[in-house]
């Protein structure tokens, strides 16, 4: 033990196969310090009043592949491998949740991954992206709490691909334009005005306030061709 005044303030000894370390005044810290440079620095001070949390005056530095873990059973690990950061979660199917404040709303959770379903990313509030999202073929966008509405490319045709409940809308506030690869236009259609067909970019069927407009010829490749007027054409 190490008294000072008849105060037992700290001990060391040996229990079985452990070496102990022990401050015995209550929530009187650990404290240790060094030299750097000529100047005494505290270098770790252990928080007696709260739990023994360990506070460092600087970095804690870990070797390559040397990880932080957390969890009793080492559940998450954090680590670089010398080229690259690592997050990982050990347990089986356990999600990584990535919370803050907002506002001074605590445990807003921004985004979780869900390591049972492959690591689907779940965003709270939508997501910014300063670049492309890159999906490989067959990886889908989806849509919707079903999955309603997939957007994917399988290689060497795109999908646009309505699987769930109701219609599938696409809307505009003025102008609807289908083009090629190219910029060909296919089909344009007006927000409260005209529709339009196109060949090779050229313009050959619209619409119009009062019935239809046709440029060429209306070609019948085989068979009768009949029409059924009941008014104008």
Do not use: P
Not at 206 to 217: A, F, Y
């Amino acid at each position: 033990r190490i008294n000072d005044a008849g105060s037992n303030f700290g001990a060391f000894f040996k229990n079985g196969t452990t070496f102990t370390l022990k401050s015995e005044l209550a929530d009187h810290d650990m404290i240790f310090q060094g030299n750097d440079g000529g100047s005494t620095i505290t270098a770790l001070t252990l928080d007696m009043s709260n739990g023994g949390r360990a506070n460092f005056n600087n970095d804690i530095g870990l070797n390559d592949n040397r990880g932080l873990k957390l969890g009793s059973g080492d559940d998450s690990v954090i680590y670089n491998d010398g080229s690259d950061t690592y997050i990982r979660n050990n347990t089986s199917n356990q999600d990584i949740f990535f919370q803050g404040n907002d506002d001074g709303s605590a445990n807003i959770t921004a985004l979780r991954l869900d390591m049972s379903n492959a690591g689907r990313a779940f965003f709270n509030a939508g997501a910014s992206f300063n670049d492309n999202v890159n999906l490989a073929d067959n990886d889908k966008l989806i849509l919707g709490t079903g999955d309603d509405l997939q957007i994917y490319h399988d290689g060497t045709h795109s999908y646009i691909s309505d699987v769930g409940t109701g219609y599938l809308h696409i809307k505009t506030s003025d102008r609807f334009v289908v083009q090629s690869a190219t910029g060909e236009t296919m089909i344009e259609a007006d927000a409260n005005g005209t529709a339009k067909l196109y060949y090779d970019n050229s313009k050959k069927l619209g619409t119009t306030s009062t019935g239809i407009q046709v440029t060429g010829n209306i070609a019948n490749a085989s068979g009768d061709f009949t029409l059924d007027v009941a008014g104008n054409i």
